[in-house]
T-cell receptor, first 114, second 111 residues
Framework: DAGVTQSPTHLIKTRGQQVTLRCSPISGHKSVSWYQQVLGQGPQFIFQYYEKEERGRGNFPDRFSARQFPNYSSELNVNALLLGDSALYLC?????????????FGSGTQLSVL | QKEVEQNSGPLSVPEGAIASLNCTYSDRGSQSFFWYRQYSGKSPELIMSIYSNGDKEDGRFTAQLNKASQYVSLLIRDSQPSDSATYLCAVNMDSNYQLIWGAGTKLIIKP
């Protein structure tokens, strides 16, 4: 079975541009979460979607948005890119949200903003 | 402010010894605790989860939880060079099930 897949793996953008990152969860998983990880830090929660509805939002500006499609895949959009948006963006899937939720991560998208 | 604290390391341990990784968290009402391993340039992978006070063992790994002290640890017995990685502690302390992550401890196993 395929794991969580993310695309693209690497991306270089300039300030002010917009970017879309994509994620396909493990088959049967209905929850997708997005995280930002800056080098040397732990992942920071951005969004969680479950059954196509937003379940949670982290402390990120409105430039960040996401959605989940009927097949449970997801997109993360970032508008008006800033240098500080440079990071590894991780997508994680899980069967259902909950206190014992175990996350399975994709390999990530490394975004560089110049 | 909900926080998870870890010593950033690096923690250097001889091969075959026990590696002990520690994590403290700020929210006394936290319910679920996870240890993830992250190799350099890779994404995190789940090693252990623990929900109740005490010890939980899985192969060479033991997770320990003390809710009164707001402390969770990971022990790795018979450490191998392949255990060299950053170990992330994650705690579910939010009613919306959002995980709060520590910055990770870099572990180096010396042959």
């Amino acid at each position: 079975d395929a794991g969580v897949t993310q695309s693209p793996t690497h991306l270089i953008k300039t300030r002010g541009q917009q970017v879309t990152l994509r994620c396909s969860p493990i088959s049967g998983h209905k929850s997708v979460s997005w995280y930002q990880q800056v080098l040397g830090q732990g992942p920071q929660f951005i969004f969680q979607y479950y059954e196509k509805e937003e379940r949670g939002r982290g402390n990120f500006p409105d430039r960040f948005s996401a959605r989940q499609f009927p097949n449970y895949s997801s997109e993360l959009n970032v508008n008006a890119l800033l240098l500080g948006d440079s990071a590894l963006y991780l997508c994680a899937s899980s069967a259902v949200p909950g206190t014992d939720e175990k996350l399975f991560f994709g390999s990530g998208t490394q975004l560089s903003v110049l | 402010q909900k926080e998870v604290e870890q010593n950033s390391g690096p923690l250097s341990v001889p091969e075959g010894a026990i590696a002990s990784l520690n994590c403290t968290y700020s929210d006394r009402g936290s319910q679920s605790f996870f240890w993830y391993r992250q190799y350099s340039g890779k994404s995190p992978e789940l090693i252990m989860s623990i929900y109740s006070n005490g010890d939980k063992e899985d192969g060479r790994f033991t997770a320990q939880l003390n809710k009164a002290s707001q402390y969770v640890s990971l022990l790795i017995r018979d450490s191998q060079p392949s255990d060299s990685a950053t170990y992330l502690c994650a705690v579910n302390m939010d009613s919306n099930y959002q995980l709060i992550w520590g910055a990770g401890t870099k572990l180096i196993i010396k042959p």
